[in-house]
């Protein structure tokens, strides 16, 4: 598949309906509906599934940006959680003197349709969700990738396609998350 093949598009009202599918479909995190890292509190333990797609739906209707979606000949095959820190609960990354939030954004979940994994679709959403994030007025992208042999939290990518995209590990986030920062 060509680069050109793909394009990556913000989740707007407009393109509710085409995260829907994509994360109800076969294989999709319709369990979590990245509110896994959104929801605050005792709402993060006490949400299931339906509420949580339902507090991830009133995001977007309210305008919180949520991510990018990716795309192949019209149809969703790909999903990046790409927004502003505030927008999350802490991850761990650091405070910077200085630093507004806001310009922060935080990179913290990858989806790929299991048909396009190992062909280079990662790559290519992190590269959007870098340029997307750059296109909104982000200074510095921050992300919690994992070791390849990582047990859990292998949805937040891995160490090695950050650093290949120009991050610098700046700690750690527990025990198996890096904390990982890009400035744009």
């Not at 319709?30 to 896994?36: H, L, R």
């Not at 859990?152 to 986030?173: I, T």
Request: charged fraction near 25%; proline fraction near 6%; glycine fraction near 10%.
């Amino acid at each position: 598949m060509r680069q050109a093949d793909f394009v990556f598009h913000e989740v707007d009202r407009v393109r509710w309906a085409d995260l829907e599918s994509l994360f109800e479909g076969r294989g999709g995190p319709s369990y979590c509906w990245c509110m896994a890292w959104r929801a605050k509190g005792a709402e993060a333990a006490r949400m299931k599934g339906p509420e949580r797609k339902a507090a991830l739906e009133r995001l977007v209707r309210d305008g919180v940006p949520i991510g990018i979606i990716g795309y192949l000949h019209d149809e969703p095959v790909a999903w990046c959680s790409i927004a502003p820190r505030p927008t999350y609960r802490p991850l761990g990354g650091p405070v910077v003197a200085g630093e507004a939030d806001e310009a922060v954004w935080s990179l913290v979940c990858f989806y790929v349709k299991r048909g396009l994994r190992g062909q280079g679709m990662g790559h290519r959403l992190l590269e959007a969700a870098i340029a997307h994030a750059r296109a909104e007025g982000a200074k510095v992208i921050e992300a919690y990738p994992v070791d390849p042999d990582s047990p859990s939290y292998r949805f937040m990518g891995f160490v090695s396609a950050f650093e290949a995209a120009g991050f610098r590990e700046v700690g750690r986030a527990g025990s198996r998350r890096h904390v990982m920062r890009l400035a744009l």
